[in-house]
């Protein structure tokens, strides 16, 4: 089983709402991410999880919160947020932190924020 | 700073061809190399990961290629057919993934 679940799939949002995006794996991973992609551009990363610690925030704005819960669970909570951050939304994991393991996608979660 | 390029952006061939996506790379201290694709408002499904200490790696229709010394990388598809219709995605799967600029594929009847 090489499944990354995201939830919901669709996601439409005021910009004085509060959202959560939740990602689950059960694949014994020990690292997690969260990408952002905007549409015909290539992922972008935002955090990294290592044994359920941040291990890189690559200068997200803060009305992006991540939280890894326990090690099959990832959430973005998401608050205040503007109509340029409308985009899909990608989880990932991989066995442990890069090195000669293989990342596994989930299906996204699309964004619309109003 | 690693910068992953692919060549070409966009490829419309027709159903039976053998194709080669090629993505190269800035930074040569590259670890492993990883191949995705997505289709249109999808996730990402990897396709092959090749490690440093292999140059390549295949799987069915699909053979992969990494050449750390030139900083470049190859996916050759054997036998396009319409359903290899997607975005192809190259990685620098080192330490975090950086992705290349994509190439987008449509394979035609």
């Known amino acids: 089983d090489t499944e990354v679940t995201q939830t919901p799939k669709h996601l439409v949002m005021g910009m004085t709402n509060k959202k959560s995006l939740k990602c689950e794996q059960h694949?014994?991973?020990?690292?997690m991410y969260w990408y952002k992609q905007k549409a015909k551009k290539p992922p972008e990363l935002m955090f990294v999880y290592s044994y359920e610690k941040l291990s890189i925030n690559e200068s997200v704005p803060s009305r992006f919160s991540p939280e890894c819960p326990n090690s099959s669970l990832l959430n973005l909570h998401l608050h205040a947020l503007q109509p340029e951050d409308s985009a899909l939304y990608l989880c990932?994991?991989?066995?442990?932190?890069?090195?000669?393991?293989?990342?596994?996608f989930g299906q996204g979660t699309r964004l619309t924020v109003v | 700073k690693q910068e992953v390029t692919q060549i070409p952006a966009a490829l419309s061939v027709p159903e039976g061809e053998n194709l080669v996506l090629n993505c190269s790379f800035t930074d040569s201290a590259i670890y492993n190399l990883q191949w995705f694709r997505q289709d249109p408002g999808k996730g990402l499904t990897s396709l092959l990961l090749?490690?440093?200490?292999?140059r390549e790696q295949t799987s069915g229709r699909l053979n992969a290629s990494l050449d750390k010394s030139s900083g470049r990388s190859t996916l050759y598809i054997a036998a396009s057919q319409p359903g290899d219709s997607a975005t192809y995605l190259c990685a620098d799967n080192t330490d975090k993934l950086i992705f290349g600029t994509g190439t987008r594929l449509q394979v035609f009847p």
């Open positions: 090749i490690q440093s200490s292999q």
């Open positions: 694949m014994g991973h020990r690292a």
């Open positions: 990932a994991s991989s066995p442990l932190r890069l090195v000669n393991t293989e990342a596994f």
